[in-house]
Structures are given as C-alpha cells and as structure tokens.
C-alpha cells in the first residue's frame, strides 16, 4: 500500500518562522542544506509530530513553539494519499490545546477526541510510530535498529516491520486459550481426584459425649488487680534508675575536644571544573588534529598519472598540525596536574569537616545526656517484695484455671462438629457421587479442546506460519541489501543471514572475509546501513506492505569519501516512487536541486 507524502506546510515550530511550505515529493533527491542550528533536521520531526503527535527527541508540546517568534500557536498542514485516497491532515497547537482535523478526499472524517482521531490516522498508515521514525529519518546517531540490535531482537524487529506479529498474536490468544483449557481441565481433574479421593476415604463412626466443664473463680481477678496497684510505684523508681545509670554511663564513655574548629571552605569546584573542562577541550583538540593529520594526503606522486606533485603546502599543513598537536598537549597535561591538585586540597577540606563534625556530633550528644540525668535518684534497685511473689503465684493459679476450662470447651466444640460431620455424612456421599459422574464427562470434553488447539498453537508459534515467511522474506531481504551494496562499495561488502530459532545473526563479508560490524569504518557502515535502509523499504513494498516515497538522509555524507558520495546519488536517482532528501551543512553536489534554510534574528525561513 503506497504512501505518498506530498506536501507540509507550517508555522512557528522549532526554529520557523511563519508559512513555510516543502513539496515533499517534486524531486528525487533534494539537497537541504544549512548552517548547524538552522533546523534542517527539524523538518523531519515535524513530521513525526503531526503524524504520531511525538517526535524522536523526545521534544514537548510547548518546546516546539518558536520562543523567538511574536506569535502564541504553531500549526501544520499535510497533504499524502494512500492507495487512491488523499488526506489532509491540519494540526493547530494553541497554547496547551491541541486540535486535529482529518479529511479524506475533502471529507472531514476526525473524531471527537484528538487521540482517537489520531488511531484512524494510524489505522490508515498500517504502521507504528517506531517503523515510520526509523525509514523515513537516518542519521550518525538514529538508525535503522537493525544492524547493531541483538540477534534476538533483530529477528523481533523484521517480525514487526514486515506485519508478521499478527500471526504471533493470533498464537498469544491461541495459547490464552489454550492455558484456559489447560487451567480448566487440571482443575477438573483435580476436582475429580479430590471426590475420589473423598469417596474412598469415607467413614462414618459413633456420636461422643460432652464432657463438664469446670469453673474459673472470678475473685482471684480482683485479688490480681489489687497487688498489681501496690506495686505499681516499685516497678516505675526501679525503670527510672535503670534509664537514668544507662544514661551516665554512656554519658562518661563520649570523648570530644571542644578546642576543633571548624575548617574554612576554600571553594575550589568551580576552579576544579574549569580545570578539567580545559584538560578535556585540549584532549579532544588533540584527537581531532591527529584525525586530520591521519587524513592528509603527503603524495609527492599522482596515483593516476604519476607525475610529480607539489605538496609543499601539505608537509607545511602537517608540521601545523604536529606543532598544533604538541601544545594542547602541554595544555592538557597542566590542567590534568592542577585538577589533581585542586582535587587534592578539597579532599583534605572535606577529610577535616569531617572530623570537624564528628566532635560536634559528640558535644551535643553529651550535652542531651547531661539535660536528661537526674543526680537526685539512687542508683541502685530496690528489691522485690512479697507482693510480687504473691501476684506470681495468684496469676499461675488463675491461668491454670483458664486452660482447663478452654480444653472442656475445645474438647465438646469438637465433639459438636463430629456428631454434626457425621449426620451430613449420608447426605454428602450422595452429592459426591452425582459430581463425580459430571467431571468425567467434562474431562473427555475439554480434553478434545485442548488437542485441537495445541494443532493451532504449534501453526501459529514462531516456529510454524512466521517462521515460514520470515524465513522466506529473509532470504530476499539479503539479496536486495547485497544488490544495493554491491553498488555501493563496489562488490567489496555483502551481508549474509542465519537464522537459528529466536535469533537472526547478520554476518558482514568484507572481501571474502567475516568482519564484525563493530570493526568497519563510519563510510563503510553507512553504505551497509543504507543499503539495509533500502532494501527494507523495497521488500516492504514487494511483499504489499506498506512503501513511504519519503526518505531524509541527515549528516550521512560526511563519513563517505567522493566516490561514496557519487555511489550513493546514483543508487538513490534509480529508486522509485522515494524522495530523498539530503542533509548537510557543508557539502553540494552541482547537479542536485537544492533547497537552502537561512537564519535570521533567530527565526529560520526556506528560500
């Protein structure tokens, strides 16, 4: 099912200005080119946005908002089609209201509410979020999540990208129903054995007798009760002179030094950042000049001709570079000494306070203990008097009449439920019987179920219907990457795939040779990760998915040398029903439309 996305137009989003409007389908390959900052990739998260109402980044609703524009509101308009049909969709951001209107073929078809009204926009694209983001927009940092994925996850994410998850899901509800069946017949069965089990085990035996129970004698409560009132002033001095020797012995065992002060902060975070930001910036000022010292061409010697070359002003570039190299080293090799210095002054400062509150902690501590010590109370226990002997022997008497007053009432509370088991007995043999005789009826009948549907579940795992057209779609998936890569490193890169249960493993043959994916250069994993790009839009259209004509390529360029570059346009102007367009800041090519963004007192405009 094509989708065709034709025209945007918007307002005041990101770093826009007022009526902008792109033709997202006149050329085939458009060059978008601007300085950074300009918002060239903005375009394809507006897209995002007013598509699936959230963007790649992760932006909010009232980030996207020029803040540099006079205006309140932001808006969109796109024009696409699918199949036959042509949409208008027209979102309106006012404030924190967002309104959305759907039109197909001039008819309003939006719903109430704007979620709802954006299910119908997704039910009419056939894809997610997750799928448009990632063939419509790639970049250094946002690829297709293909190629560096786990190979469990890679054969999840060709599962989901080509539509095959709905045969997943039909097992999921299968093996629902299944586990139903399952949790229905071991229940059944264990009801079952449960009335057999009963049946077997039933007996019925002779009534038993009551026995008396005896008395408690109630005065023995109010005799407790008494002496407990005339002890009650013992037990309370015995607990206050107990708490308060607690507290003058650990009084007595803290140790302070009331003459430690605290230590003077000497403030050295800020000094300790500019320090490291300045070994850090000259770190990196190193390993860029070293990259381009890697990138110069010394050749005194044309490759093609072999005639002599000057390359005065490439040997006077490398002594620059070397000499540029030399003193950020020196840069960083002094703020690397002062940051450690500095850091070592402030762990010093920290070590003393420390120690500085530590002996505070100890002063108040021995001033809270000082407050709470009563030097008027005895420090020793008065001795127990008869009373308590008394109130012990009286409790024991008393407990001991209890018991055996609740083992006469547990013992004829038991004989009751006996004699009430055994009448229910007669009548409960007869109920069990008549069960009995339905459960083993039920069994056979669920059983039936649960064979038929462990048919269905086994057709519809990952290893009956998706792996059958995973595996066919897999294999020409490979095909179509090694025809586009074969292109675009002239033959020197092809992909192979092995597919084993849960996992897709991709093997990247470089000249014959397995090479990781990890150890290729950034030119060389763009080709391959184009080429995956593109041939995953071209086998999504093959097998009736659903084919976007929309593909932004931001900053890829930058990693190809020009034969990379020249390779990717020629792959890029055979495509059909695709159009690209190319972001950069810093590269054209001559023969390429070109569409440029310029900036002006904050606010971007396309000319």
Not at 130 to 154: G, H, I, M, P, W
Not at 452 to 481: H, Y
Not at 509 to 537: K, P, Y
């Amino acid at each position: 099912m094509p989708i065709i996305l034709k025209n945007l137009k918007f307002s005041n989003m990101y770093s826009y200005g007022k009526g902008i409007s792109i033709d997202l389908n006149k050329e085939k390959i458009t060059q978008l080119s601007a300085p950074n900052g300009s918002g060239k990739s903005s375009i394809a998260l507006i897209l995002q946005e007013i598509l699936f109402n959230k963007n790649i980044k992760g932006i909010k609703k009232g980030d996207i908002l020029n803040k540099y524009s006079t205006e309140k509101n932001w808006e969109a308009t796109l024009h696409f089609s699918v199949d036959e049909d042509d949409y208008v969709l027209d979102v309106k951001r006012f404030g924190a209201q967002t309104k959305v209107e759907l039109f197909q073929n001039g008819f309003d078809i939006s719903e109430h509410k704007v979620l709802d009204t954006y299910k119908k926009l997704h039910d009419i694209l056939g894809m997610t979020f997750e799928v448009f983001s990632q063939l419509t927009y790639q970049s250094s940092t946002d690829l297709l999540d293909f190629l560096k994925a786990t190979d469990a996850n890679r054969k999840k994410f060709l599962i989901n990208l080509f539509g095959f998850e709905k045969y997943l899901e039909i097992g999921d509800r299968i093996k629902l129903l299944g586990a139903e069946q399952d949790r229905e017949l071991v229940s059944l069965r264990g009801e079952l054995k449960t009335v057999e089990n009963y049946l077997n085990s039933l007996a019925i035996s002779e009534k038993r007798e009551l026995v008396e129970v005896p008395s408690v004698d109630e005065e023995l409560e109010e005799q407790i009760i008494a002496l407990a009132a005339a002890i009650e002033n013992v037990e309370k001095d015995a607990k206050r002179i107990d708490r308060n020797n607690l507290n003058i012995k650990e009084r007595e065992a803290i140790k302070f030094d009331v003459s430690i002060l605290k230590p003077e902060d000497p403030n050295l975070d800020e000094d300790i950042q500019k320090a490291r930001d300045s070994a850090n910036q000259a770190k990196r000022a190193v390993e860029d000049t070293k990259k381009k010292l890697e990138h110069l061409d010394l050749s005194d010697i044309c490759y093609a001709c072999h005639q002599p070359l000057d390359n005065s002003q490439s040997l006077a570039q490398k002594n620059r570079f070397e000499e540029e190299i030399d003193n950020q080293t020196k840069i960083y090799k002094l703020n690397k000494q002062l940051h450690t210095d500095l850091s070592m002054k402030k762990d010093e400062y920290i070590s003393a306070l420390k120690i500085y509150e530590q002996n505070q902690k100890s002063i108040e501590k021995f001033e809270s203990l000082s407050n709470l010590i009563d030097l008027s109370l005895p420090t020793e226990i008065p001795d127990k008097t008869e009373l308590s002997k008394k109130e012990a022997t009286l409790k024991s008497t008393l407990r001991n009449q209890k018991l055996e007053k609740n083992n006469a009432e547990k013992i004829n509370e038991e004989v009751r439920l006996h004699n009430t088991r055994i009448d229910l007995l007669g009548e409960e043999k007869e109920k069990f019987l008549s069960r009995q005789e339905v459960l083993t009826s039920d069994i056979v009948k669920v059983q039936d179920k649960s064979n038929n549907i462990q048919i269905l579940k086994k057709a519809f795992s990952a290893s009956g219907i998706v792996a059958f057209k995973l595996e066919n779609v897999a294999k020409d998936l490979e095909q179509t990457i090694n025809r586009y890569l074969a292109v675009l490193s002239d033959g020197q890169f092809s992909v192979r795939f092995r597919l084993a249960g849960e996992k897709l493993n991709v093997v990247v043959i470089n000249n014959g040779q397995e090479v990781t994916i990890e150890s290729l250069s950034g030119g060389e994993f763009s080709r391959v990760q184009t080429s995956v790009l593109l041939a995953v839009r071209s086998t999504l259209s093959k097998i009736g998915g659903n084919s976007l004509n929309l593909l932004f390529l931001d900053e890829i360029t930058g990693v190809l040398d020009e034969s990379g570059k020249e390779k990717l346009f020629e792959v890029l102007s055979e495509e059909e029903g695709l159009n690209v367009f190319l972001i950069s800041h810093d590269y054209s090519h001559p023969l390429i439309p070109k569409i440029e963004i310029v900036k002006k007192n904050n606010i971007s405009m396309i000319l």
